[in-house]
T-cell receptor, first 115, second 112 residues
């Protein structure tokens, strides 16, 4: 199976700082999509940001941005100016097919923001 | 209001009983999913459905089956539930391809 691996089980940072979460993936495809999702304490899972593999520019949405390094099969999530409400579990995911939306997820990284 | 709705939210069943988890979406999405979430394992794909009666196994389909007779509804069935099927189950939907996947709030199933 083509894996998605998040090696950081948990991270703790002080509020208003920048944090980076790592994600590496296996792939045999030339075109695919990469995603980051956030799971809040209530269990709700929400979409944050997406990277198209054929785009060289790193995606940015609000205070979320990506560090996409295709040769390394790596897609890091960067959160700037962190807030307490950013505390959550963050999942990286990769599409297994380009057209039909099959996703495989990493194990998740728990982020704790301290005041 | 774009929503994926799961019923029930909490369920306790005895080993050997049949379990039906139901999911609906109001976005006319073609693609729907069932995932299970266990501590340390992330989200594992059980089944994916590309449209009515067009279902495909995910990574862990054993012990599960699905039914999709209407585009907006996708059911997960556990025939003769086992204790190792205790988990949180998430239904999701999307337009497919690289589009956003919308998740339901999950069903916490306990098999005793």
């Amino acid at each position: 199976a083509q894996k998605v691996t998040q090696t950081q089980t948990s991270i703790s940072v002080v509020e208003k700082t920048t944090v980076t979460m790592d994600c590496v993936y296996e792939t045999r495809d030339s075109s695919y999509f990469l995603f980051w999702y956030k799971q809040t304490a209530s269990g709700e899972i929400v979409f944050l940001i997406r990277q198209d593999s054929y785009k060289k520019e790193n995606a940015t949405v609000g205070h979320y941005s990506l560090n996409f390094q295709k040769p390394k099969s790596s897609i890091g999530l960067i959160i700037t100016a962190t807030q307490i409400e950013d505390s959550a579990v963050y999942f990286c995911a990769r599409s297994l097919d380009y057209n039909q939306g099959k996703l495989i997820f990493g194990q998740g990284t728990k982020l704790s923001i301290k005041p | 209001d774009m929503k994926v709705t799961q019923m029930p939210r909490y369920l306790i069943k005895r080993m050997g009983e049949n379990v039906l988890l139901e999911c609906g979406q109001d976005m006319s999405h073609e693609t729907m999913y069932w995932y299970r979430q266990d501590p340390g394992l992330g989200l594992q794909l059980i089944y994916i459905s590309y449209d009515v009666d067009s279902n495909s196994e995910g990574d862990i389909p054993k012990g599960y089956r699905v039914s999709r007779k209407k585009r907006e509804h996708f059911s997960l069935i556990l025939d003769s539930a086992k204790t190792n099927q205790t988990s949180v189950y998430f239904c999701a939907s999307s337009l497919g391809g690289g589009t956003e996947v919308f998740f339901g709030k999950g069903t916490r199933l306990t098999v005793v």
